[in-house]
């Protein structure tokens, strides 16, 4: 009686923000997420399984966040953050009750203490203080599937050189199996970003990537690694055109739309969001493919909505407005479009109802889309929405409650399923082939989010970069250098990897953090060339001076993530 299965993707990322400030941005960002999404998360699933209910959510856990929430230095930060904002809670109790507050807000105060100090204690004893190996526990156990990140979230598709895409792309699987033990079989694109393979040029022109040239398609760097699907948004698959279809499973066997053996029987193009195909560049098949599996934008929107969306209820704890001090959250949402004076206090038993109905009304519209698909296609349909982690918990204080609630209902449901990609991708086991077009989830589903007037500069000085390293290798190649050079010209890389993060031009466009993300590729900039000034007088002259020994120390010490990081990568993919 199954008509499909659904596919909740959270994609968790945060950039490298260890030892680069604190509040209100920096280290608190990796503590806010982990006490409000990650181990509420990990609580929701643990307890689904005690209620024999797998949740079956695909999660990607970008490398860059597992390396810091791996670090020597994150145990004590989180523990600290926790502590920081009990003593904060009490005394709003303190000052609360000197100033006469009624009962209920000095309630709230009491609320935040027990909360932190549950997500203190979760951290500490159920999950041993490493939430990716609180993961890694339930991926194998078969509850959930963890897919990859580009290896510092970089824009793939304008990114400079291949080696740089190669590059993110190889760490990303290194990484990968370091933390879990396997390979990744999925990713996702930062930005869900895409470029197909053609006669490229970059946006500005900056010597030698203003002279068009031929580049492989993002799917053939996938394939060259053996990942076997991604996410897209649906304004590309709307736009992709049929290429053919493969007979096999091993996909050796393609026939082409325009040839004369091809059945139309053997296309299925209609709303091609709700399976997943393989995505080619061309016909030319063998350069390698990958499954893509589509954003349901119109559910999506029940959750993502700013305007409709589940979050805007009305007892739904209100995000923006916070006590001055604390920093703590003591309102409800009230009215979305109220001032900040008219706020009511947050009541948290008045939420549980209001889960049921949403999580009902959301189950409906999935079943009724499935059930629609199946009944005019004959197929079994996937309807795949993917959210940021950070909207469950932090965004919507309520919204682990809400996955829970979905999941639950989901496993009653004599229609449709929760299930990972990876088990869709074997269920279903796709055989067209599509292309679709260059393109992102942004705005205009282009690139114009992360290259336009204000971040113009930061893609002129990461081609130089990338030109720069690229030049340095060639010069010094890594088969003759001495450990010491190895050592400067690795860390330099690191530095290039760091600067390449799409957060600093999504944190630009947005307005959000624009001085810290201007100031933060600054640094990884600044920092990457004085080691590539290091390198080159080092191979000239032998020598590094006490200084230089200390500064290359402290650059390692304060940029230290992927210490399998090798700088024979960057050669892995020639141009």
């Known amino acids: 009686m199954h008509s499909g299965n659904y596919l909740l993707v959270l994609h968790t990322h ?3 923000v260890l030892h680069h400030g604190n509040w209100p941005h920096g280290e608190d960002w990796l503590c806010e997420a982990v006490a409000e ?16 209910i797998k949740p079956k959510v695909t999660m990607d856990i970008s490398p860059v966040l597992c390396e810091q929430l791996e670090h020597q230095d994150f145990k004590q930060l989180f523990e600290n953050y926790c502590s920081r904002k009990i003593e904060a809670a009490i005394k709003d109790e303190k000052d609360f009750t000197d100033r006469g507050y009624n009962s209920h ?31 890694k526990k339930l991926q194998d156990e078969g509850a959930i ?16 050189f291949d080696k740089s895409i190669n590059l993110q792309i190889q760490l990303a699987v290194e990484n990968y199996y370091k933390h879990f033990g396997r390979k990744p079989r999925g990713i996702w694109l930062p930005e869900c970003a895409y470029k197909p393979s053609y006669e490229w040029i970059s946006l500005i022109p900056v010597a030698p990537f203003n002279e068009q040239r031929l580049r492989p398609g993002i799917e053939q760097f996938l394939a060259r690694y053996g990942i076997e699907y991604f996410f897209t948004d649906q304004s590309l698959t709307d736009r992709g055109k049929a290429l053919g279809i493969f007979l096999d499973s091993d996909k050796e066997k393609f026939v082409p739309i325009n040839s004369p053996s091809f059945k139309s029987s053997d296309w299925m193009f209609r709303e091609m969001h709700l399976q997943p195909y393989y995505v080619s560049s061309s016909d030319k098949t063998e350069y390698g493919t990958s499954a893509v599996f589509t954003r349901h934008k119109n559910i999506a929107m029940q959750v993502w909505s700013g305007e409709i969306g589940y979050p805007g209820q009305p007892d739904f704890l209100d995000f923006h407005k916070k006590h001055l001090g604390s920093m703590l959250r003591y309102w409800r949402v009230t009215d979305n479009k109220a001032d900040m004076m008219y706020k009511t ?41 993917p959210f940021d982690t950070e909207l469950f918990g932090h965004w919507w204080f309520e919204g682990t409650q809400f996955i829970k609630s979905v999941l639950r209902g989901l496993s009653h449901s004599p229609y449709v399923n929760a299930e990972t990609a990876s088990e869709q991708l074997y269920r279903v086991r796709p055989f067209e082939v599509m292309s679709i077009p260059e393109g992102s989830w942004g705005r205009n589903n282009n690139h114009d989010v992360w290259s336009n007037d204000d971040t113009k500069w930061t893609w002129e000085a990461e081609y130089n970069d990338e030109l720069r390293l690229h030049n340095l290798i060639k010069k010094y190649p890594a088969r003759e250098q001495k450990s010491e050079l190895k050592r400067i010209i690795t860390q330099a890389l690191r530095e290039l990897l760091l600067l390449q993060a799409s957060d600093w031009q999504f944190l630009i466009y947005t307005q959000s953090a624009r001085d810290y993300a201007e100031q933060r590729f600054s640094y990884h900039h600044s920092d990457f060339n004085k080691l590539c000034d290091l390198a080159e007088n080092f191979a000239e002259t032998g020598n590094l001076i006490p200084q230089d020994i200390k500064y290359l120390e402290e650059t390692e010490k304060r940029n230290s993530p992927f210490p399998e990081l090798k700088e024979e990568w960057w050669d892995d993919f020639w141009e």
Not at 37 to 52: H, K, S
């Open 14 to 16: 945060l950039p490298w």
């Open 37 to 52: 999404c990650y181990i509420p998360l990990l609580n929701t699933f643990n307890e689904l399984l005690e209620e024999n």
């Open 105 to 135: 807000h000095i309630w709230l105060t009491k609320f935040w203490q027990k909360w932190y100090d549950d997500r203190k204690n979760n951290f500490i004893y159920n999950y041993k203080s490493s939430v990716i190996g609180a993961f």
């Open 145 to 160: 599937e963890i897919a990859t990140v580009a290896a510092t979230h970089g824009y793939l598709p304008l990114l400079g």
């Open 345 to 385: 206090l947050y009541e948290p038993s008045w939420t549980n109802d209001k889960i049921d109905l949403q999580s009902n009304h959301f189950i409906h519209h999935i079943e009724n889309t499935l059930n629609y698909y199946n009944n005019n296609s004959g197929r079994f349909g996937t309807l795949c929405t």
